[in-house]
């Protein structure tokens, strides 16, 4: 089965720096998904970012930008010039592809915390 | 906003009621997903369904059901509501089976 680790509970920046969030994953198959989620204290869960297994190309949206490292099965997430907006628990998660049936596999969170 | 619907957003009841949450997908999915998140068992998938079959079957006990209906929209009934059944219940929707899922506000159900 797989497994999603976060190492990190928690994670302080100050407004404007960057942070990155770690993440590790256990699978055995060559085409998946990998995302980063964020839930703010509203609970809602709201997609950061999204990356293809079989593309070379890290995922950019704007301030946020991943480093994947698939040998290693490695996904950090890169916050950078963090705002106080970003201040949440992310979430990292695993999807396979082109399943008969698709969940999404997550890991435990890392909470962000944006100092002033 | 995600487009995703959820009703109600809180729900209180007490051990051994029954209760429905509700869930619209974004307009134009097709499938849709039920997920948990409690403090001791973290984000865990419940089921899948897809264009009204279910597809997928998660860590989902035997007193949970789900079905998703003709106009897709989906129902979750939990029975004999246990205190451990205290969670936040996610919807999420995507477009087809493996598509990238956006998940609902979601149903924070209380059972004392």
């Known amino acids: 089965a797989q497994t999603v680790t976060q190492s990190q509970p928690e994670m302080s920046v100050q407004e404007a720096e960057t942070v990155t969030l770690s993440c590790t994953y256990d699978?055995?198959?060559?085409?998946?998904?990998l995302f980063w989620y964020k839930q703010p204290p509203s609970r809602q869960m709201i997609l950061v970012i999204r990356?293809?297994?079989?593309?070379?190309q890290n995922a950019t949206e704007n301030r946020f930008s991943v480093n994947f490292q698939k040998a290693a099965k490695s996904f950090s997430l890169k916050i950078s010039d963090s705002q106080l907006g970003d201040a949440a628990m992310y979430f990292c998660a695993y999807e396979r592809s082109r399943a008969a049936g698709n969940k999404l596999t997550f890991g435990g969170g890392t909470r962000v915390l944006v100092k002033p | 906003d995600s487009g995703v619907t959820q009703t109600p957003k809180h729900l209180i009841t007490a051990t051994g009621q029954r209760v429905t949450l509700r869930c619209s997908p974004r307009?134009?999915?097709?499938?849709v997903y039920w997920y948990q998140q409690s403090l001791d068992q973290g984000l865990q998938f419940l089921i899948q369904?897809?264009?009204?079959?279910?597809?997928a079957k998660g860590n989902i006990l035997e007193r949970f059901s789900a079905q998703q209906f003709p106009d897709l929209h989906s129902e979750l009934n939990l029975s004999s509501l246990e205190l451990g059944d205290s969670a936040l219940y996610f919807c999420?929707?995507?477009?087809?089976?493996?598509?990238?899922?956006?998940f609902g506000p979601g149903t924070r159900l209380l059972v004392l």
């Open positions: 999420a929707s995507s477009d087809d089976p493996v598509g990238t899922q956006y």
């Open positions: 699978t055995s198959e060559s085409d998946y998904y």
């Open positions: 369904y897809y264009n009204g079959e279910e597809r």
């Open positions: 307009s134009g999915d097709l499938s």
């Open positions: 990356q293809e297994a079989y593309k070379q």
